[in-house]
């Protein structure tokens, strides 16, 4: 087929997936109109895809005491958080161009589809084990719940803890599947509220700069900056991973293009500008924290760190008040992340991966047809159990290192495969094209992020004692691994040993989803 056979404007601005068949690069085994049925259509524009709401979270609330506590001083945290918007910036620009080539929901399992096909389903059933197992949204959820406790002036015990965190993730999941509109409505109302937070605390942060306020020495920290810094390649790594977690967020359209109104232009346009606003409201964030309070202040603060920012501009009161805030700003990302969850469990399980019950179920968006409630149970079923597991004050930085290690190494094969599909298809039509050196440099910062955490850290425990430092690095690789022991026991291992192949059918479900479904043939 001739490089001229596109989609126009009117038909959704998209590639013709015929020629993209006919290159051997249309990724799985749905067609891009299979793949696109069913749902609430495409409903998502500019605005609800600019992906503040999924930015701005739990992390910038939170993590910044974490950061600190890992790197030492104040200069070195400030720089990882400028680092940080250069690898998501980098990163952005790749995925910006898998979404432009391939303008589908799934994200990542789109792409190592596109690229890993042999061994058959194998780049897919890895990449659902990932997603499934590590897809909870328990941290936003922890500091939901410590900071309504905080709000409310009670002491944060575990089972509050874990009670209200529960409320919270079984709140979002049953929004979104039975009330689709009013959880977008929420989304959207949620992401101008933290936006509008977080341009008032970088705004007090200017005012205590200027010691117009009762803060004394509010330039103390940035004097002698780096002073006390971490020479520990691991304290580096660990805590870039928590800069990471809280501008991840940046690849969130890419998972839901099924519901993206001209999908290649609102991608190019909102994906940019909602990571360039995220990026220098939280350096500025940072800078206002760090003028507020001492590092030592900071350091013991936890995942309460800008409820001690406004205690100590404003008082005790106000330092309630922002605990509430900060509350609601939790639910924004947890109601987000688990939107866009279920949209890639709805993927994975149209794809055919072997689920119990079958996939015909997962696949479907029951009962509403409009939304995908059980892809949002899959969702949910790791949240509670993270939430009740473990202990939260151990529980909420883990999730963190555990969520960002194997995303690296999924990272580092998304990049690698964009390097391959350069080299093999460069005829391959590419509405946005990422300049090499950015592709090259996220994947040198990924392959930093998969060495450096095995090294000792300064202090020898990391930050999640008594838990071995390398431990979250080893689970990480222990799920992935789980995923090829899976594929192999599901397409070798079962059919040899009981004599049958498995034989993939299309069947169209009664709310026009079409999935992938495996039936056994028996070898003769």
């Not at 990542?108 to 890993?116: G, I, R, S, W």
């Not at 409310?152 to 803890?161: F, K, S």
């Not at 047809?369 to 202990?391: C, E």
């Not at 690296?408 to 946005?432: A, D, E, M, S, T």
Request: aromatic share 14%; with cysteine.
């Amino acid at each position: 087929m001739s490089e001229k056979a596109q989609y126009t404007e009117k038909s959704v601005d998209i590639v013709d997936v015929a020629e993209l068949e006919s290159e051997e690069v249309n990724p799985g085994d749905l067609t891009f109109e299979e793949d696109i049925a069913g749902g609430m259509g495409r409903h998502l524009g500019v605005f609800s895809c600019t992906i503040v709401g999924r930015i701005i979270g739990t992390g910038i609330f939170s993590t910044p005491s974490s950061i600190l506590s890992s790197v030492g001083s104040v200069g070195a945290s400030l720089m990882l958080w400028v680092l940080g918007f250069a690898l998501a910036f980098c990163g952005l620009f790749v995925w910006l161009e898998y979404g432009t080539m391939f303008p589908r929901s799934g994200g990542e399992k789109v792409y190592l589809e596109a690229v890993y096909k042999k061994p058959k389903y194998l780049a897919t059933i890895i990449f659902a084990t990932n997603a499934i197992l590590l897809g909870f949204t328990a941290s936003g959820c922890i500091v939901f719940a410590d900071n309504v406790l905080a709000a409310a002036g009670r002491a944060t015990e575990r089972w509050a803890v874990r009670g209200i965190a529960l409320g919270v993730i079984f709140f979002a999941t049953f929004l979104h599947g039975l009330a689709p509109r009013l959880g977008l409505l929420l989304m959207n109302a949620l992401s101008v509220f933290k936006i509008a937070i977080l341009v008032f605390i970088v705004v007090t942060g200017w005012v205590v700069l200027s010691g117009k306020t009762h803060i004394k020495n509010p330039h103390i920290n940035f004097l002698n900056a780096f002073a006390g810094s971490s020479h520990s390649s691991n304290d580096y790594a660990t805590a870039t991973f928590k800069v990471i977690f809280s501008y991840s967020g940046w690849q969130n359209v890419n998972y839901v293009m099924n519901e993206v109104k001209n999908p290649i232009r609102t991608l190019k346009i909102a994906a940019p500008l909602g990571l360039s606003i995220c990026a220098s409201l939280y350096i500025l964030a940072n800078i206002a924290y760090f003028a507020a309070a001492s590092k030592e202040e900071i350091r013991k603060s936890g995942v309460t760190v800008a409820s001690l920012f406004f205690g100590k501009v404003f008082g005790a009161q106000a330092e309630k008040a922002l605990s509430a805030i900060v509350a609601l700003s939790a639910l924004g990302n947890v109601v987000t992340v688990t939107y866009s969850a279920a949209r890639v469990n709805q993927e994975l399980a149209k794809e055919g991966v072997p689920l119990p019950f079958g996939n015909r179920i997962w696949a479907s968006n029951w009962p509403t047809g409009k939304s995908p409630l059980p892809g949002l149970i899959i969702h949910l079923i790791p949240s509670v159990i993270v939430i009740i597991a473990p202990p939260p004050e151990v529980a909420y930085p883990f999730i963190l290192d555990v969520e960002g290690y194997p995303s690296q190494i999924i990272n580092l094969f998304i990049v690698f495969g964009l390097f391959w599909l350069r080299w093999r298809k460069p005829h391959v039509v590419r509405p946005f094209k990422v300049w090499l050196p950015f592709a090259f440099f996220f994947l040198a910062a990924s392959a930093f992020l998969l060495v450096a955490p095995f090294l000792r850290p300064a202090n020898k425990v990391g930050d999640t004692p008594p838990l071995p430092y390398y431990l979250y690095c080893l689970v990480g690789i222990a799920i992935l691994s789980f995923g090829v022991l899976y594929w192999a026991v599901w397409r070798i291992v079962l059919p040899r040993v009981f004599g049958y192949d498995w034989a993939p059918t299309k069947q169209v479900l009664e709310d026009g989803t079409v999935v992938n479904v495996f039936s056994r043939k028996k070898v003769e």
